[in-house]
C-alpha cells in the first residue's frame, strides 16, 4: 500500500512539472513544454510565422532577437533556439516585429489601474490611440452540422491614453466625438468633409493626429 501511495505522489510531481515552464540557462530563460489540452482551432499568435524582432527591457537595454512570435493569449513572447521553445521573461519594455504581411509594429507594455499587457501605439501625441490585440476560446457551432468546436478568435480594443487616463472605445464616429470631447465640433467636421471612415485603422490614425495637431 505505502509503495502504491509513493508511486501515485510521484506521478502526480512529474505531471505538474510537465505541466509548467521549466526555467533553463544562465539568463534563467523559461522553457516552454508541451502539455495535453483540449484540442482548440485557431492560433494564439500575432504572427504565426516567427520572425525577427527587436526588444526594449526595463533598464533600457535594447538587443535584437530572432525567431520570435508574440502570444497574444498570455501576453508573452516567445522563441526558438536549439529546437526549443523559450518565454522571454517579464522584463521587457517594448518590442518590434513584422506582421505576415511585412508591416512593422510597436508594441509598448502598459501597467495601470486600468491596463495591462502589451499596446500597439497608432498614434502618439497628447491623445494617443493605442490598440491591443487578444485571442478569447469561444465554442463556435457549425450552422449545418451543428457541431460546436473550440475555436480562438482575435479581438482588437481600442483606447485612448489622454491627461493620465486611459479609456476603451469602439471606434466611431460618434464615439471618437466623445473620447475627444473639447475639439467635439472641429472633430465631427473633420470626420465629414474628408469623408472618413473611423473604422479603419488609416483613417482612424488621421483623426487623431488632426487632434493632436490642434493642441
Do not use: C
Not at 526549443?84 to 508594441?107: E, K, P, R, W
Not at 500597439?120 to 463556435?140: F, P, R, S
Amino acid at each position: 500500500m505505502k509503495k502504491l501511495f509513493l508511486a501515485l505522489f510521484l506521478f502526480s510531481i512529474s505531471a505538474y512539472a510537465f505541466a509548467q515552464n521549466v526555467t533553463v540557462g544562465p539568463g534563467a530563460k523559461p522553457l516552454l513544454k508541451s502539455i495535453i489540452k483540449t484540442p482548440v482551432e485557431g492560433s494564439p499568435y500575432f504572427n504565426t510565422k516567427y520572425v525577427n524582432g527587436s526588444i526594449k527591457t526595463v533598464s533600457q537595454k535594447s538587443f535584437d532577437i530572432k525567431n520570435v512570435r508574440y502570444n497574444l493569449e498570455n501576453q508573452q513572447l516567445e522563441y526558438t533556439e536549439n529546437d526549443n521553445m523559450y518565454a522571454i521573461q517579464d522584463s521587457v519594455q517594448s518590442f518590434t516585429l513584422l506582421d505576415s504581411a511585412g508591416n512593422v509594429h510597436n508594441f509598448t507594455k502598459l501597467k495601470s489601474d486600468q491596463s495591462n499587457g502589451f499596446y500597439e501605439t497608432m498614434a502618439d501625441g497628447n491623445a494617443a490611440l493605442l490598440k491591443q490585440y487578444t485571442v478569447k476560446k469561444e465554442i463556435v457551432e457549425d450552422w449545418f452540422t451543428k457541431k460546436k468546436t473550440n475555436k480562438l478568435i482575435q479581438h482588437t480594443v481600442y483606447y485612448i491614453s489622454k491627461g493620465g487616463t486611459f479609456q476603451k472605445f469602439v471606434p466611431s464616429a460618434k464615439n471618437i466625438a466623445t473620447v475627444l470631447t473639447d475639439k467635439k465640433v472641429l472633430i465631427t467636421a473633420y470626420i465629414k468633409n474628408e469623408q472618413l471612415d473611423p473604422k479603419q485603422d488609416d483613417d482612424l490614425i488621421k483623426v487623431f493626429k488632426y487632434y493632436n495637431t490642434l493642441n
